[in-house]
């Protein structure tokens, strides 16, 4: 599903799960299992549309 088709709630459940997943692979060791590169970039353009709709999220925190 593109992103630009995608509902806002869906937009934010999907940008929150990266988000909670990066936290809990920081606190597991700090490398990141599951948020790759490719996960990286699937959130940035979730991130890019959700300021275009003027959406209210926590961003990711990416540093280790």
Do not use: C, H
């Not at 806002?8 to 799960?17: D, G, I, K, M, V």
């Not at 909670?20 to 979730?46: C, H, N, P, S, W």
């Amino acid at each position: 599903m593109k992103v630009l088709e995608m509902k806002s709630e869906r937009l934010l459940a999907y940008y929150e799960n990266v988000r909670r997943q990066v936290q809990i692979d920081k606190q597991t060791g700090g490398e990141f299992r599951f948020a790759g590169e490719g996960m990286k970039k699937y959130a940035e353009q979730l991130r890019v549309e959700m300021e275009r709709r003027g959406l209210q999220f926590s961003p990711i925190d990416w540093d280790d």
